[in-house]
Nanobody, 125 residues
Framework: QVQLVESGGGLVQAGGSLRLSCVASGRTFSSPAMGWFRQAPGKEREFVAAISRSGARTYYADSVKGRFTFSRDNAKNTVYLQMNSLKPEDTAVYYC??????????????????WGQGTQVTVSS
């Protein structure tokens, strides 16, 4: 079993920044590819960003491209989502996710098998 634990959410004013973290633990799971998703009240969960095992490749939703940066520290089994120039529409619960093989990094939510509990991000106008 794999456990994913997010942290770093909070309340920030529009234009501000937050950095989310997600730590992977449990089953031997060496540097899995990871994804970030978010879900706003009354809306479906949507893709935000993904990163390859090495961190050399990243992939972003158009809505966050240029504002969010996905990175990782494999020595700490931790991935980070740096969120800058935050907007009220970024308000959501943010989830990190991984697939069973640790290889998939993309936008298809159905490909992910393991999910964290989520961390709330609220951006005030």
């Amino acid at each position: 079993q794999v456990q994913l634990v997010e942290s770093g959410g909070g309340l920030v004013q529009a234009g501000g920044s937050l950095r989310l973290s997600c730590v992977a633990s449990g089953r031997t799971f060496s540097s899995p590819a990871m994804g970030w998703f978010r879900q706003a009240p009354g809306k479906e969960r949507e893709f935000v960003a993904a990163i390859s095992r090495s961190g050399a490749r990243t992939y972003y939703a158009d809505s966050v491209k240029g504002r969010f940066t996905f990175s990782r520290d494999n020595a700490k089994n931790t991935v980070y989502l740096q969120m800058n120039s935050l907007k009220p529409e970024d308000t959501a619960v943010y989830y990190c996710a991984a697939d069973r093989d640790g290889s998939y990094y993309g936008s298809q939510i159905g490909e992910y098998n393991y999910w964290g509990q989520g961390t709330q991000v609220t951006v005030s106008s």
